[in-house]
């Protein structure tokens, strides 16, 4: 299936590692120029290197995507570099502190700076570009958290809100032809990984919640949450707009841990 992203242009928050650097390599994989953000320089220009090797179009921009000022420059010297937007994935994400009796309230501050805040400062600053290009497509990187209870309150309630927001833009923004949909990971293995470290150290506990709380035994794949990413970019995905995509396998719990004292 063509999804119509060759010559796209996207923006990736927390595009350096992980989920944020997968969706991007499997973007230009399309055929579209991609632009990562991230706060560390060494990581940044890996990423970029990395990109350009597979023949890509690739920009790196570094900032602090909890600085509104910074993570907007981002945004304008990355359309500027790529000639456009057209796409943009608020991946950046993170907690602070530990449980609610571990945290304090700048812990929650910053959590729900680095989720929720992020996107919606980086979505703002996106639309004016968006509408240059006649329209565009936004993907907020939430997890099962945001509706499935699981640690770290301040973590949860954040993909919540993200969830939420997403829903609510593309009620906002649509009238502007600006598509916005969360997509909801659940625990992703890949190699290097949190899982993948998480397993090397605690091999018998990675194998039961594999076990015990997915239908196939198997944690998802990082090839099968940005599959979905894609499409839910493209305009294949034109009729999907304010929805919650989940890529978790059926998994039962969002996490190994509990709430256990």
């Given at each position: ?58 920009y790196g921009c570094a900032a602090d995507v909890t600085d509104p000022s910074r993570l907007g ?33 700048e812990d929650w501050a910053h959590t729900y700076a680095i989720n929720v805040l992020h996107a ?7 639309v004016p570009h968006f509408e240059r290009s006649g329209g565009g497509s936004v993907l907020i ?121």
């Amino acid at each position: 299936m063509d999804l119509g992203l060759t010559g796209k242009k996207a923006f990736i928050t927390g595009g350096t590692q992980g989920i944020g650097l997968g969706i991007a390599h499997a973007l230009a994989g399309e055929g579209a120029a991609v632009a990562v953000c991230g706060r560390h320089a060494v990581r940044l220009e890996a990423a970029v290197d990395g990109l350009r090797a597979t023949g890509a179009t690739a920009y790196g921009c570094a900032a602090d995507v909890t600085d509104p000022s910074r993570l907007g420059s981002a945004v304008e010297q990355s359309a500027e570099a790529l000639g456009g937007l057209d796409l943009l994935v608020a991946n950046a994400g993170g907690s602070a502190g530990g449980g609610l009796l571990d945290s304090t309230p700048e812990d929650w501050a910053h959590t729900y700076a680095i989720n929720v805040l992020h996107a919606a400062h980086a979505v703002r600053t996106a639309v004016p570009h968006f509408e240059r290009s006649g329209g565009g497509s936004v993907l907020i990187i939430a997890s099962i958290t945001g509706w499935k209870p699981g640690p770290k309150s301040s973590y949860a309630s954040a993909k919540a809100a993200e969830i939420h927001l997403a829903a609510t833009l593309a009620q906002e923004l649509g009238p502007r032809n600006v598509r916005v949909n969360a997509l909801s990971p659940g625990s992703v293995l890949f190699d290097g990984g949190g899982w993948d470290q998480f397993g090397q150290t605690h091999p018998e506990r990675l194998a039961a919640f594999a076990r015990e709380d997915f239908p196939g035994g198997r944690l998802v794949t990082l090839d099968e949450v940005t599959d979905v990413a894609c499409f839910l970019l493209s305009e294949r995905a034109g009729g999907i707009n304010g929805a919650n995509i989940c890529v978790d396998g059926a998994q039962d719990h969002p996490s190994a841990g509990r709430f256990f004292p």
